[in-house]
């Protein structure tokens, strides 16, 4: 069987925990030491080189030191590929934001002669190109079991893919939506070509929603509203509720809808005005949305905005819109796979916690 270099390095604790992962989903992988010797670990932290060239300067270990560990697969070339690439996209989702610092390579096989195998990581992976592509998340971990969780289900990894995408596409960090920042972006562009690619990010965002099944079934027959108020359709209602609690959804939680500035956004029918607690009503207009009206206000984008002709409303999209649309996805992506607000920290304690002798 084949051996596919990953390009995925881990901080040296936490390769059994990875491992054990691994073992519950069937994947044969195995670590070495990092040959780009990249970054070096301590107790408190990490630092990474940014160029080969500078390796030199980086030094030799030190006391209490250690260099990354690097994730070998197994499989043959397209299953390899399928993991690698499954569990970069996963990752990105649990940021949410993509680093753009890092390509998103498929795997590079190993051969078994030890000295082909020393010459590819002496010679060529410390080289400019390949050094670049080994990467360290220290929230990895969590895309790691994003993606094991996903893998048994073909639809949930297509979500996770077409989010991932639509990341990539367009995004703006997750910080920069704080409420403390207020309005940071631009809400509109001129231009035709951001109008097309916050459209194709929309697109993405809620096609992955659909992976899930969790988009609004209604139709002609059974309508969404039962009136001009707006309210809920019981049986439209029953229906996505139903779904959200067989994937274990807390249908109590809610969903910020971030608004942001003068009010010249998008106006999403119905317009809640359920201001979240933190909003200001002035900069920050944020609004508290439940899960199906959520899921609504991105099915609204998609179908009169985004999926179709492009119409007077298209200029009036922008990133915030875009951001929307995905965090509704990220939340229930990340939610299928039981890990949403779940970080390194909190896996490697639940972890220990399963495997502690009792």
Same mark, same amino acid.
């Given at each position: &069987?084949p051996v596919?270099?990953?390009?995925?390095v881990?901080e040296? &604790?936490?390769? +059994?925990m990875v491992?054990?992962?691994?073992r519950r989903?069937g /994947?044969?992988v195995s670590f070495?030491?990092?040959?780009?010797?990249?970054?070096?670990?301590y107790?408190?932290g990490?630092?990474?080189v940014?160029?080969?060239?500078?390796?030199a300067?980086?030094g030799?270990?030190g006391?209490?030191?250690n260099h990354?560990?690097?994730? &070998?697969v197994e499989?043959?070339?397209t299953?390899a590929? =399928?993991?690698?690439?499954?569990?970069?996209?996963?990752e990105?989702?649990?940021?949410?934001f993509?680093?753009?610092?890092?390509?998103?390579p498929?795997g590079?096989?190993?051969?078994d002669?030890s000295?082909?195998?020393?010459?590819i990581?002496?010679?060529l992976?410390? #080289?400019t190109g390949?050094?670049e592509?080994?990467?360290f998340?220290m929230e990895r971990?969590?895309?790691f079991a994003?993606?094991?969780?996903?893998?048994s289900d073909?639809? #949930?990894v297509y979500?996770?893919?077409?989010?991932?995408k639509?990341?990539e596409?367009?995004?703006? #960090?997750? /910080?920069?939506?704080?409420p403390?920042?207020?309005?940071?972006?631009e809400?509109h562009?001129g231009?035709?070509s951001d109008h097309?690619?916050?459209?194709?990010?929309i697109n993405l965002a809620?096609?992955?929603?659909?992976?899930?099944d969790?988009?609004i079934?209604?139709?002609?027959?059974k309508?969404?509203?039962l009136?001009?108020?707006?309210?809920?359709n019981?049986?439209v209602l029953?229906?996505?509720t139903?779904?959200l609690?067989k &994937?274990g959804i807390?249908l109590?939680?809610?969903i910020?809808w971030?608004?942001?500035?003068?009010?010249t +956004?998008l106006?999403?029918?119905?317009a809640?005005?359920?201001?979240?607690?933190?909003a200001d009503g002035?900069?920050v207009?944020?609004?508290?949305?439940?899960i199906?009206?959520?899921?609504?206000?991105?099915s609204?984008?998609r179908?009169?905005v #985004?999926a179709?002709?492009?119409g007077?409303?298209?200029?009036?999209?922008?990133?915030?819109?875009?951001?929307?649309?995905?965090?509704?996805?990220r939340f229930?992506?990340?939610?299928?796979?039981g890990?949403? =607000?779940?970080w390194t920290?909190?896996?490697?304690e639940?972890m220990?916690?399963?495997?502690?002798?009792?």
């Amino acid at each position: &069987m084949p051996v596919f270099c990953s390009f995925l390095v881990f901080e040296p &604790m936490q390769t +059994e925990m990875v491992a054990s992962l691994c073992r519950r989903v069937g /994947w044969k992988v195995s670590f070495i030491s990092d040959p780009s010797k990249r970054f070096k670990f301590y107790n408190n932290g990490y630092s990474e080189v940014s160029q080969p060239d500078a390796l030199a300067e980086f030094g030799a270990l030190g006391e209490g030191e250690n260099h990354g560990q690097l994730l &070998m697969v197994e499989a043959e070339r397209t299953e390899a590929n =399928n993991i690698i690439q499954l569990i970069r996209a996963a990752e990105l989702i649990v940021e949410g934001f993509p680093d753009q610092k890092y390509a998103n390579p498929s795997g590079f096989e190993i051969p078994d002669d030890s000295a082909v195998r020393a010459s590819i990581f002496a010679d060529l992976f410390r #080289t400019t190109g390949f050094f670049e592509l080994f990467s360290f998340n220290m929230e990895r971990p969590v895309g790691f079991a994003v993606a094991a969780n996903a893998w048994s289900d073909r639809r #949930t990894v297509y979500a996770i893919h077409k989010l991932a995408k639509s990341y990539e596409t367009e995004a703006i #960090t997750p /910080w920069s939506a704080h409420p403390r920042y207020g309005q940071i972006f631009e809400k509109h562009s001129g231009e035709f070509s951001d109008h097309v690619r916050s459209s194709i990010a929309i697109n993405l965002a809620f096609s992955a929603i659909e992976e899930l099944d969790l988009q609004i079934n209604s139709s002609r027959e059974k309508p969404r509203w039962l009136d001009k108020d707006y309210t809920w359709n019981p049986r439209v209602l029953k229906d996505i509720t139903s779904r959200l609690e067989k &994937m274990g959804i807390d249908l109590n939680r809610t969903i910020d809808w971030i608004a942001r500035g003068d009010e010249t +956004e998008l106006a999403i029918q119905p317009a809640r005005d359920q201001f979240s607690a933190y909003a200001d009503g002035q900069v920050v207009r944020d609004i508290e949305l439940s899960i199906p009206d959520a899921i609504h206000a991105c099915s609204y984008l998609r179908n009169f905005v #985004t999926a179709h002709a492009f119409g007077k409303e298209t200029p009036r999209l922008g990133p915030y819109e875009v951001y929307n649309v995905q965090q509704v996805a990220r939340f229930l992506v990340l939610s299928k796979c039981g890990l949403f =607000n779940v970080w390194t920290h909190d896996l490697s304690e639940w972890m220990d916690f399963q495997f502690r002798p009792s």
